[in-house]
């Protein structure tokens, strides 16, 4: 299922080339991504009751199109995939139906001892999926 947030590009979030910065994209990509964890009831204190927190392997972002300021873009996430001890979460921010960014991010999900990785409990699976 997919989540949403809507953003508006602040000036802090532009550029000396008056568009939304690269790492602001970046930093939506990953709020999305907490937000929607959260709207499924998995926050920090949940992640660090069990013991294990999702941590970010690999980010492959697409610009496809600038953002200008105060313009609203909607950030879509979804998990598209799931793997033993990691997800690809998609997402997507638009302008309207244009898509502006596209990005895929592999999330392994980690013990926080050890750092090793350790297999998605389905608690957690049956909450996304």
């Given at each position: 299922?997919?989540?949403?947030?809507?953003?508006?590009?602040?000036?802090?979030?532009?550029?000396?080339?008056?568009?939304?910065?690269?790492?602001?994209?970046?930093?939506?990509?990953?709020?999305?991504?907490?937000?929607?964890?959260?709207?499924?009831?998995?926050?920090?204190?949940?992640?660090?009751?069990?013991?294990?927190?999702?941590?970010?392997?690999?980010?492959?972002?697409?610009?496809?199109?600038?953002?200008?300021?105060?313009?609203?873009?909607?950030?879509?996430?979804w998990v598209a995939s799931w793997k033993g001890a990691s997800c690809v979460r998609a997402?997507?921010?638009?302008?309207?139906?244009?898509?502006?960014?596209?990005?895929?991010?592999?999330?392994?999900?980690?013990?926080?001892?050890?750092?090793?990785?350790?297999?998605?409990?389905?608690?957690?699976?049956?909450?996304?999926?």
């Amino acid at each position: 299922m997919r989540f949403q947030l809507p953003i508006t590009a602040s000036d802090a979030d532009i550029d000396e080339l008056d568009h939304v910065s690269n790492l602001v994209y970046l930093r939506w990509v990953l709020e999305v991504a907490m937000e929607h964890s959260r709207a499924k009831g998995w926050d920090h204190p949940q992640y660090r009751a069990l013991g294990s927190v999702f941590i970010v392997r690999r980010h492959e972002l697409d610009y496809l199109a600038p953002v200008l300021r105060g313009e609203l873009v909607i950030a879509e996430t979804w998990v598209a995939s799931w793997k033993g001890a990691s997800c690809v979460r998609a997402t997507e921010i638009k302008r309207g139906e244009q898509v502006v960014l596209r990005a895929a991010t592999t999330w392994a999900f980690v013990s926080l001892t050890s750092g090793r990785p350790q297999r998605i409990p389905e608690e957690l699976l049956a909450a996304f999926v």
